[in-house]
């Protein structure tokens, strides 16, 4: 499975972006999918999560802000966020789990397969 992440830039506080995650391979509808993003010397954290029951996750600080989705016949996964904070900036990764995976949403380390990473920058 390769992914590949795309939609970063830079944008002002207030304003959206929307990322994009197109995935290979015919088993893409049957994975746990999730968006994660990285600061400068910080960890890798998780943003939000989507599983093949269209079960939706967030972290709170961008609960109301983030909305997560897919659409199974483009094999793609998406983030759109609104109301962009200087906080927010990162570089943005999606990443996948095994098929039909439970448990662990949140845990980075139950991932296999990771995008190349797109930077959002949120500055004036």
């Known amino acids: 499975v390769q992914l590949q992440a795309s939609g970063g830039g830079l944008v002002q506080p207030g304003g959206s972006l929307r990322l994009s995650c197109a995935a290979s391979?015919?088993?893409?509808?049957?994975?746990?999918m999730g968006w994660f993003r990285q600061a400068p010397g910080k960890e890798r954290d998780i943003v939000a999560v989507?599983?093949?029951?269209?079960?939706?996750y967030y972290r709170d600080s961008v609960k109301g802000r983030f909305t997560i989705s897919r659409d199974n016949a483009k094999n793609s996964v998406y983030l759109q966020m609104n109301s962009l904070k200087p906080e927010d900036t990162a570089v943005y990764y999606c990443?996948?789990?095994?098929?039909?995976?439970?448990?662990?949403?949140?845990?980075?380390?139950?991932?296999?397969?990771w995008g190349q990473g797109t930077q959002v920058t949120v500055s004036s």
């Open positions: 989507i599983t093949y029951n269209d079960d939706l």
């Open positions: 990443a996948a789990m095994p098929p039909y995976s439970s448990g662990g949403l949140m845990d980075k380390g139950k991932y296999v397969y």
């Open positions: 391979g015919r088993t893409f509808s049957s994975r746990v």
